[in-house]
């Protein structure tokens, strides 16, 4: 098959070995000179700052050093994140070389089974974080951070911890409990801001039979992740009606998706968002919720075609850039009620939370600061669209209503915060199973008990 | 269409008057072509018009509208170039050059390696010759997403048989090199095979005159086989490029985002912001980053044709 036309001479078959060493060589050579940029003047030791700088003392020592990040939040969110440590890095010397992807959930492991994990990641699901403690790569936070945790809520020390030991501190805190609506469209109708459940079910109702808009739009369509605003919707009945002790077990699945305390939840879910008289503002049926994208379901309120949507407070950056955005203005929110009236301002909400796997001490350093008080008003200072659920932060520095509202809600020592329970259930089923039941319930009109059903077999033995 | 432009260009050469041949040169084929081609081209040119239009027109209504009431410019592409999307500072430059400093090498690795080892395999006759080639082809029926974390752990951790360490680890963060040997290695085995079948099939006369007036292999390699199988390589070499260009799984998993390292794809998946607010940006970006493969490809495209047909039958 493979004719040989001469015996070969020992030299020139040495020589044919040594071109594609000599190339490899050429390759390795050129990527060593490439990958030792980033470190400068090295050093640091006992330097001491003054001026502007002073305040960043405990942190200094580590000039010259650089600490990689990794993280899901895309600019210009993290723009914002860059700009709220600019000042420290310049100060301590310590850089921090930030990246973003939006395929940080896939990555992430990738990299941290790969051996080549980044200094810190920024985890917003406590499901990753404690798949990622498992792995025993992730290090345990330095005595500050820990002690910096004081200014939150004893609640979110446990959504950073692991089997009862604590890793993450939390970065950020949104709230998802919100509703927004157009004032203008509701004075000049006559319409009041509902404070309960009732309120909103007898207003929606109103609206329906004044013509004109629909009370209720809303879209769950978002490429791979189609159907994550259906699971708060459920999620926030559920905390509403049956308060914080129910929804911890039932994230746990001590309580099952199809116990009846979680239908009954997904049937006052059915008759608020399914129901063929209030929805979908501005797009068509029950069905159409399905197929629009999350991006657009409030667009409708601007024309007056829809009223009200259900959404979190990151659905801001969603409104065109000259939309007015205040109790006055075009677009406002206000906090869902409670089903059931007797359960304290139930906030559901979630969040992100910096997690390290390095315990060099710069990258403890830049550990201590994100998890500072400092750090977190210096983040609220930079712009708009960030709250911090640190009570240390001055309220005051909130300067766009939606952060005011959420950060009110999200401090209030009295309010029932949960965390969202699908980024907490297993990922088969808080970013699978569910994602894809839910759809089929609004997509398909699939009966409760099917659904649930579904679920509650995905759910990993 | 007639038989006098079928002469150029005809890699069968001896099968001008066969059946199949009529069958596509007949008015009516040319029709359904043409027909085809221009169904084939509207969602790019819809790409097109989209990515000229400003955002409120895209969000009210369809790209053709934009016939009707044209109101393009080049705004999409100003932000995408220069002021880098959803407001970061750098624009898609530094992205292009990457996207460029990954491609061409990774493309021009495996051509060098793989070629030279076709040759070695097709006509150095050793011992074992046909047992490596069929392990090299049979190793393509590795996924590369089998193997992507071993490899990461090979880079960062090193290869050890107990207290031996066979591999010592390589720090290459940050840096081009994982990405090209990453795409070198999983290019390698069809780049062989390919290679081999083509370079096996030339003609053994011409080989054994070469060895007569005294050549060696590697002058073989260099004055006759390189190129007689020009169209094999730049075939090979179109598929690999655009294969690199347009891979985002590599780039990502082993260069990673930042701007010193990530290529244009990597960009692009990030260029909507995190909540999507900015997708008017995609079809822009999108064009910019088509234009260097078409680049590619029309210079290389007269032989594309040919080498297509490498290792397959011949006349």
């Known amino acids: 098959m493979t004719p040989n036309p001469t015996a070969p001479s020992k030299s020139s078959r040495r020589r044919l070995v040594a071109a594609p060493a000599l190339l490899a060589a050429l390759a390795l050579t050129a990527a060593c000179s490439n990958s030792s940029g980033g470190s400068g003047d090295g050093g640091g030791g006992a330097q001491t700052l003054s001026g502007d700088c002073a305040k960043y003392q405990p942190y200094a020592g580590h000039s010259g050093t650089t600490v990689t990040m990794f993280a899901s939040i895309l600019s210009p969110e993290s723009d914002n994140l860059e700009k709220s440590w600019a000042e420290f890095g310049k100060c301590t010397g310590i850089k921090i070389s930030y990246e973003g992807s939006n395929d940080f959930e896939s990555q992430l492991p990738v990299r941290v089974a790969g051996g080549n994990a980044p200094d810190f990641a920024i985890i917003p699901q406590p499901g990753l974080l404690a798949q990622m403690v498992k792995s025993s790569k992730v290090v345990k936070p330095p005595a500050q951070t820990v002690a910096n945790q004081d200014k939150w809520s004893p609640v979110w020390k446990t959504y950073g911890s692991v089997n009862g030991t604590f890793y993450a501190a939390p970065m950020s805190a949104n709230m998802k409990s919100l509703v927004w609506y157009s004032p203008k469209t509701f004075k000049a109708a006559g319409y009041e801001v509902p404070k309960t459940w009732a309120d909103l079910m007898a207003l929606s109702d109103r609206i329906a039979k004044a013509g004109g808009g629909k009370p209720w739009c809303g879209g769950i369509a978002s490429g791979t992740a189609t159907g994550w605003p259906a699971t708060d919707w459920l999620e926030e009945v559920v905390l509403g009606t049956y308060g914080g002790d129910v929804y911890d077990q039932w994230v746990g699945h001590q309580v099952k998706f199809s116990d009846e305390k979680i239908t009954a939840a997904m049937k006052t879910v059915a008759d608020w968002m399914q129901n063929p008289a209030w929805v979908n503002g501005g797009y068509g049926d029950v069905k159409s919720i399905a197929t629009t994208t999350f991006q657009d379901a409030g667009a409708p309120i601007l024309t007056g075609k829809c009223l009200m949507l259900q959404q979190a407070s990151f659905y801001k950056a969603q409104w065109p850039k000259d939309t007015k955005i205040g109790p006055d203005g075009d677009i406002f929110a206000f906090h869902l009620p409670a089903v059931n009236p007797a359960i304290a301002s139930p906030v559901e909400g979630g969040g992100e939370f910096l997690t390290a796997f390095a315990s060099r001490p710069e990258v403890q350093a830049v550990q201590n600061y994100l998890s500072s008080s400092d750090w977190a008003s210096s983040r609220v200072k930079t712009a708009t669209g960030w709250v911090s659920a640190n009570q240390g932060v001055d309220k005051s520095l909130y300067t766009d209503p939606i952060d005011r509202l959420s950060a009110d809600a999200l401090t209030d020592p009295g309010a029932t915060f949960r965390f969202d329970a699908s980024d907490m259930m297993p990922a088969a089923v808080g970013s699978g199973q569910e994602w894809k039941s839910l759809t089929a319930w609004f997509a398909e009109g699939q009966s409760i008990q099917k659904t649930a059903a579904d679920i509650d077999a995905a759910w990993p033995q | ?315």
């Not at chain 2, 959803?86 to 460029?100: A, H």
């Not at chain 2, 090498?105 to 793989?114: G, Q, S």
């Open chain 2, 1 to 315: 269409m007639s038989r006098l432009n079928a002469h150029d260009g005809n890699p069968l050469g001896t099968r001008r008057g066969s059946p199949v041949r009529k069958a596509f040169s007949s008015p009516l084929a040319s029709v359904f072509v043409i027909a085809v081609t221009v169904l084939w081209t509207i969602p790019t040119l819809g790409l097109l018009v989209t990515s000229l239009r400003p955002k409120q027109d895209v969000t009210a209504d369809g790209w053709w509208n934009a016939f009707v009431h044209p109101d393009l410019g080049l705004g999409n592409y100003h932000t995408v170039l220069f002021e880098g999307g959803s407001g970061v500072s750098t624009g898609l430059m530094p992205f292009l050059v990457n996207s460029l400093a990954i491609s061409i090498p990774a493309t021009l690795f495996p051509l060098v390696l793989a070629a030279m080892a076709a040759y070695g395999l097709a006509w150095v006759r050793f011992r074992g010759s046909d047992t490596v080639f069929f392990v090299v082809f049979a190793l393509q029926v590795v996924p590369i997403q089998m193997a992507l974390i071993p490899l990461l752990r090979l880079f960062s951790g090193g290869a050890h048989l107990g207290s031996l360490t066979l591999i010592p680890p390589v720090d290459l963060k940050g840096s081009y090199a994982p990405v090209w040997l990453a795409h070198t290695m999983f290019a390698l085995p069809l780049a062989v095979f390919l290679l081999h079948n083509f370079i096996a099939q030339l003609p053994r006369d011409l080989m054994e005159a070469a060895v007569v007036d005294g050549a060696s292999h590697f002058k073989i390699f260099r004055s006759i086989v390189l190129p007689l199988c020009t169209p094999a390589l730049a075939s090979f070499a179109i598929f690999q490029f655009l294969w690199v260009w347009n891979d985002l799984l590599v780039a990502l998993t082993f260069a990673g985002g930042t701007p010193e390292v990530a290529p244009m794809t990597v960009r692009l998946a990030q260029l909507a912001g995190s909540f999507g607010g900015r997708w008017e940006l995609l079809t822009a970006g999108a064009f910019l980053s088509i234009i260097v493969p078409l680049i590619v490809f029309f210079s290389l495209q007269r032989y594309f044709v040919r080498g297509l047909l490498a290792g397959s039958v011949k006349g």
